[in-house]
């Protein structure tokens, strides 16, 4: 190797590609054109290496950049009122019910203008790369028609082009069903299937496609559906999947090879093994479980056993998990979930990258893959899981360059 970018010395590396989570001896990496060109222990380091730029970490922790797999974080107004009526004993669905919840956020959405919901959307956006995210996905769904749809998916783009954080998008038109068609929930299928999906598609703004099918949401056959409509575009699919009650969604996104299925509060065994049989993620959205106040957790045991690689997100939305700290999730996941640190890590590294379709070239420390990576003032990937909302993170490495926090 001639000559590189940037050299990390003394790195404690952790690089999530083994499922505990180890951490090697004292480390160096390489980064040449933002890629990881080379790891080896620092006793390899060739002294005669010609150096741009260096950085002695002095045996901090470097992990993979953190990866939150699962975000609604275009949007504007916000649901304070709401967790109030909450707290009077109102629950989500009775407020969705009553027009409140998604359609209210809807209807702020809809009336701000492009600039307006980037200037919202960005606060959020920079809070999370605070907290050590270099790759974000984020879903519209706070439109439901084909113009907000389209200007929802490209606040998201324009966010990933100006902020130094990969962003994949994910249309989700079927999030709820707007008031215009209310009774009408079929022809807003049709709106969804024959206009918004075709559209998204051609302007290239969707990554993925997702829905909501449960009681609020929409049934599994106006699901499947949607999910013909992206497969005849060649968008992959991930799904909000049993979240309030089990509507077989997990089997139905596994049955076209789904990316992710998320929530999963209240999935059964067969729709475990559907998961399993797919390689679809499971993705834990502890914040909206807490946020809910759900007595549910979702089957990790089962998960476990049937080895579905499980991530973890922030759910970053204002109705229920209004949080950008992914890492304060990874606390959640393991105190209310009972997931061990090490699949806490997993879940926003490795099995994140996978949820996104990505994994060939993110989600762990390894050479070849983009230069993603978090610099820790901690001991043990497990100190930062452990720690609720405290932030040890030193430095951020998006595409090989450093960023401060
Ligand atoms: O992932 N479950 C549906 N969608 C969001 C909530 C959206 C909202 O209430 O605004 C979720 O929890
Ligand atoms: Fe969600």
Known sequence: MASVDLLLR???????????????????????????????????????????????????????????????????GDRWREFELRLQGASYEDIARA???????????????????FAQS???????????????????????????????????????????????????????LPSEFDGRADAYIDEIVQRIVPEAARAQLADAVDAFCDRIGFTAAQTRRVFEAARARGLPVKLHAEQLSNQHGAALAAEFGALSADHLEHVDEAGVIALARAGTVAVLLPGAYYFLRDTQPPPIELLRRHRVPMAVATDCNPGTSPTTHLQLMMNMACTLFRITPAEAWLGVTRHAATALGMAATHGTVEVGKHADLCLWDAEHPAEIACAIAASPLRVRLHHGVEHAV
């Open 122 to 176: 960005e606060r959020r956006l920079r809070s999370l790369m605070q907290h050590g995210v270099t790759t974000v996905e984020i879903k519209s769904g706070y439109g439901l028609s084909l113009e907000a749809e389209l200007k929802c998916l490209q606040v998201a783009r324009s966010l990933g082009a100006r902020c130094p954080v990969n962003v994949r998008t994910t249309l989700l038109a079927a999030h709820a």
């Open 99 to 117: 027009g409140g919840g998604i359609r209210s956020t809807v209807q702020h959405t809809r009336d701000a203008d492009a600039a307006t919901l």
């Open 10 to 76: 003394n790195v404690r590396i952790a690089t999530c590609v083994d499922d505990e989570c180890s951490v090697s001896a004292s480390s160096f990496v390489a980064i040449t054109a933002g890629r990881i060109a080379q790891i080896g222990a620092m006793r390899e380091l060739d002294p005669k290496l010609h150096v741009g730029n260096e950085l002695d970490a002095e045996g901090a922790l470097l992990t993979p950049g953190l990866i939150d797999c699962h975000t609604h974080l275009v949007y504007a």
